[in-house]
């Protein structure tokens, strides 16, 4: 069993930066990959980023690529997202993910723990 806590959202203007962090617990194999997923209003689930915790391969969609950057601290057991030039649209419940192995692509039924999600809001 994995458990994932979620802090470091808030509210930030258009431009500004925000590092989310993602605190595992639990069974070490079942979160070989790690990811953060975002969900707007009236949208569906979109996940912003994944990392292999056991080789720090790490992988974010073209559509963040310098503005999102997704590490991990395994001394630590936590996963982070530094988010720069954020823009309106990023605006959303993030949430962290877990799972044995990093599927090809961002679907969640491949990540088997959620946490509770953290709110990002960018706005003036």
């Known amino acids: 069993q994995v458990r994932l806590v979620e802090s470091g959202g808030g509210s930030v203007e258009p431009g500004g930066s925000l590092t989310l962090s993602c605190a595992a617990s639990?069974?070490?194999?079942?979160?070989?990959?790690m990811a953060w997923f975002r969900q707007s209003p009236g949208q569906e689930r979109k996940g912003v980023a994944k990392?292999?915790?056991?080789?720090?391969?790490?992988y974010e969609p073209i559509s963040f690529w310098g503005r999102f950057r997704i590490s991990v601290d395994n001394a630590k057991n936590t996963v982070y997202l530094k988010m720069d030039n954020l823009k309106p649209d990023d605006t959303g419940t993030y949430y962290c993910?877990?799972?044995?192995?990093?599927?090809?692509?961002?679907?969640?039924?491949?990540?088997?723990?959620w946490g509770q999600g953290t709110q990002v809001t960018v706005s003036f």
């Open positions: 993910a877990a799972g044995s192995v990093c599927p090809s692509g961002f679907q969640p039924a491949g990540f088997t723990s």
């Open positions: 639990g069974d070490t194999l079942a979160r070989a990959c």
């Open positions: 990392i292999n915790t056991t080789n720090g391969a790490a």
